[in-house]
């Protein structure tokens, strides 16, 4: 069997768990033959003779088969796997952002040049999402994808609910621990899961949705208050992706859930993430595991090089017709007397709580009036995910500044 030749850009956090589970595995037809870093002067655990700094001169090396990008540039990213793929050079990638901000021209690329892009290690790390519903549920009707698709956040929320850190050491411990983007911004502000939505969007309802049209905020507005409603209730705050597919109306959304002990979202911790799958046929699914991290990210690199040494490309479901609606949605809204005009806003209102520094409202409400309150500071929302009334909401008494 022929051996493959990789070129690796990026020896990161990903690129190095890669290199090591590649290592791991001498029977896999492959090896690394160059790799294309940044910085000349960071010290590597690797020969200095496989490293260089020039992409182009990767790309363009005849005896390159295939391009593994690790990087955290979006343009550069970009940028290489066109030059690859016109050079007919398969490509793995893990960048969730690129690949969901151009995954309609990207699959246009792969048809112009019949050379594949395998990006299993961009959604959800370890756990093997894309290829389970490209291969496994072409004929399936999915009704709904749904989970906890960001490690970093969920470990944040985590370590602050169980372990009383606050939000700066939590964030600085998923730093360290590798399972956040160089820029916090894209875990805490909901963007990531929202990359990885439209991604798995595209793959299991035939539609590419521009990650902009997806309705998302993060954990970055949460507050003591929050949490105190969170632990005072049974409940846990958890960052949600959600794709629900009714009646040829697809609603989309990643925002902090409130979940019960009946949720199984309410058992995924730290860095795991969750993906579930409903569908007509099968029911309900659940894939849960190491959602970032080194060597999990790594193993599903190594498993689409696999992939591309054995053949395999993606299938790309057929697009469903659909439109995105207005939904009405469930959501505890923390506001204060500055913004109490948004109680105004709500359809039906369940539970209002006015506090001397902070108040709530629990209600339902349409997604584009709650997307006009998101921004205002000193308001937050969070999904309710089960039944108000199945909630005995205990009042809380503030006496701290919000
Ligand atoms: N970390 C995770 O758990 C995880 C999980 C899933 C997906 N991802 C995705 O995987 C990709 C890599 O993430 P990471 O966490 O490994 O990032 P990282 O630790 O910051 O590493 C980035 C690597 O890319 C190199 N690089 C950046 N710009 C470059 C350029 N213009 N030319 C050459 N090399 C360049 C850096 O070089 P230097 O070493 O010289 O700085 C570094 O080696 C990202 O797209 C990320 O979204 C990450």
Redesign the pocket.
């Known amino acids: 069997m022929k051996r493959y030749n990789i070129g690796l850009?990026?020896?990161?956090?990903?690129?190095q768990g890669f290199y090591e589970v590649l290592k791991a595995n001498p029977s896999i037809p492959a090896q690394i033959t160059k790799i294309?870093?940044?910085?000349a002067s960071?010290e590597r655990a690797v020969d200095r003779n496989l490293l260089s700094f020039n992409?182009d001169e990767l790309i363009n090396d005849p005896a390159i088969d295939m391009v593994v990008e690790?990087?955290?540039?979006v343009d550069?990213?970009y940028d290489i796997l066109k030059k690859s793929l016109s050079l007919h050079k398969p490509v793995v990638t893990?960048?969730?952002?690129m690949v969901a901000e151009n995954l309609s021209e990207l699959i246009s690329l792969q048809t112009l040049y019949k050379t594949p892009i395998l990006y299993e290690?961009?959604v959800c790390?370890s756990i093997p999402i894309i290829q389970t519903i490209d291969r496994y549920y072409q004929s399936e009707n999915i009704t709904s994808i749904s989970g906890i698709f960001n490690?970093s956040t969920n470990y944040i929320l985590t370590k602050i609910l169980e372990q009383n850190l606050t939000y700066d050491e939590a964030l600085q411990e998923a730093q360290e621990n590798?399972?956040a983007?160089?820029d916090p911004i894209l875990d805490v502000g909901g963007f990531d899961p929202k990359f990885k939505l439209s991604i798995l969007v595209r793959h299991a309802f035939g539609h590419w949705v521009h990650p902009d049209q997806i309705l998302h905020w993060g954990i970055n507005k949460l507050q003591n208050q929050d949490f105190d409603f969170a632990k005072a209730n049974g409940l846990k705050i958890k960052l949600v992706a959600k794709a629900d597919y009714k009646n040829g109306s697809l609603s989309l959304t990643v925002a902090p859930h409130f979940v019960n002990a009946q949720d199984p979202l309410f058992y995924i911790d730290n860095e795991n993430n969750v993906v579930i799958i409903d569908g007509e046929f099968v029911g309900r699914q659940t894939l849960a595991g190491k959602g970032?991290?080194?060597h999990p990210?790594g193993l599903a690199v190594l498993s689409d090089v696999k992939a591309i040494i054995y053949g395999t490309a993606y299938h790309y479901k057929i697009p469903l017709e659909f439109i995105i609606p207005d939904s009405v949605i469930d959501v505890y809204v923390r506001y204060d007397a500055t913004t109490d005009f948004v109680v105004e806003l709500f359809e039906s209102i369940s539970e209002k709580y006015v506090g001397k520094q902070s108040s709530y409202v629990l209600g339902s409400i349409k997604l584009n009036q709650l997307k006009s309150i998101l921004n205002i500071d000193n308001v937050n929302a969070i999904v309710m995910t089960q039944e108000k009334k199945e909630l005995q909401t205990t009042k809380l008494t503030y006496s701290y500044a919000s």
């Open positions: 850009i990026g020896f990161g956090c990903v690129g294309v870093v940044k910085d960071k992409i690790l990087i955290d540039d550069v990213a893990a960048n969730k952002k290690g961009a790390g490690g590798g399972f983007e160089s970032a991290g080194s990210t």
